[in-house]
């Protein structure tokens, strides 16, 4: 595991306003969309409704999933019948890969090849291992690359690091997120499919683990508990991460349960509770030791809205990589649910 990030190092002078820039401050750029499954049609949504952006061009590997996706998603859009075809567009300027885990190192090395600026759907990759490929190619290829980490961006989760940036609730110590959803058991089921790079880990975990991350970044140790489906991926996974410092995380993930998506931060002088969807647009309370506390309302819409718009900043001013997620997170957080994964004794086919 990484040394762990200075407590202070995760916080900017920034996070002291606990806002995000306006969605239609960002400039206007082309997206082409890869995969047309239901991820890619929120974002394609996201970003026609709430950005100056566009979406300009589809790619599936079926054309008439394409079209009918560019009629629902993206009127007007070229619809193509291969991905090939998407990246070789010329009027896109980034891709968003959505397809599934197990083809996003495959699809995005294909962007980037290209030379295509491009934003992939977490996970990045099956593993810290594929991650670093893809990044490497990106480096070399000079093109803007992002896991689309979209908590990360969201107006709450501004609000919450400013309230931890101002002191009002002292020393983060503990933090604690899930995020299970109950999935009826089908082997067919991408969740419980090896071979996509299923089960609830890499799916639904790495939001609260990415969540603590964003806080206190690489902890110093990781202990995992849990269960596998028939199919050998992981199902019902608690985790429990500890810094050098004292503070610790205490995370659960399972695609065999249904709970609120809660997560709480507790410092020593107060704690910040999101009581529901801690991952999405969201509602917040701040609470201080005094008793005092105060609320934050979280703007709805699509919340992948901020993330383009974050892309199409950075793409705009020249830069290949965000600063509010930047490729090391994306390396610590997978070698998080990496370790994870061997401790459950989880494999995917070819790893």
Do not use: C, N
């Amino acid at each position: 595991m990484a040394q762990p990030h200075a407590y202070a190092a995760r916080l900017t002078a920034a996070d002291l306003d606990g806002t995000v820039p306006d969605l239609l401050s960002a400039p206007a750029i082309r997206w082409g969309i890869l995969g047309a499954g239901t991820i890619a049609a929120s974002f394609s949504d996201g970003v026609r409704e709430r950005t100056r952006a566009s979406v300009v061009a589809v790619g599936s590997r079926s054309a008439a999933k394409a079209q009918e996706f560019a009629a629902a998603h993206a009127p007007g859009a070229r619809a193509h019948g291969s991905y090939e075809a998407l990246v070789a567009d010329p009027g896109v300027d980034v891709v968003y890969v959505a397809t599934p885990h197990s083809h996003h190192l495959e699809h995005a090395l294909l962007a980037v090849r290209a030379g295509k600026h491009v934003l992939v759907e977490k996970p990045l990759a099956r593993s810290a291992a594929e991650s670093r490929v893809l990044l490497d190619a990106a480096r070399e290829a000079g093109v803007f690359l992002m896991e689309a980490m979209w908590t990360r961006f969201l107006p709450h989760v501004a609000a919450l690091r400013g309230a931890i940036a101002r002191g009002e609730i002292g020393t983060v110590v503990t933090i604690e997120a899930e995020f299970d959803v109950f999935f009826p058991y089908d082997p067919a089921h991408r969740i419980f499919a090896p071979g996509l790079a299923g089960g609830a880990l890499l799916d639904l975990g790495i939001y609260p683990v990415a969540f603590a991350h964003d806080l206190l970044g690489a902890p110093s140790s990781v202990t995992v508990r849990g269960t596998r489906a028939p199919t050998g991926v992981d199902d019902h996974v608690a985790l429990v991460l500890e810094w050098d410092g004292g503070q610790h995380a205490v995370l659960h993930t399972s695609s065999r349960a249904a709970g609120p998506h809660a997560a709480t931060v507790v410092g020593t002088r107060g704690r910040v509770e999101v009581p529901r969807e801690f991952f999405m647009p969201a509602d917040l309370v701040v609470t201080r030791a005094d008793g005092t506390s105060w609320d934050f309302t979280s703007p709805r819409g699509e919340g992948k809205a901020y993330e383009a718009a974050e892309v199409a900043r950075l793409v705009a001013a020249g830069v290949t990589a965000s600063p509010r997620h930047p490729w090391q997170d994306t390396i610590e957080v997978m070698a998080i649910l990496d370790e994870a994964r061997r401790q459950l004794g989880v494999v995917y086919p070819g790893e």
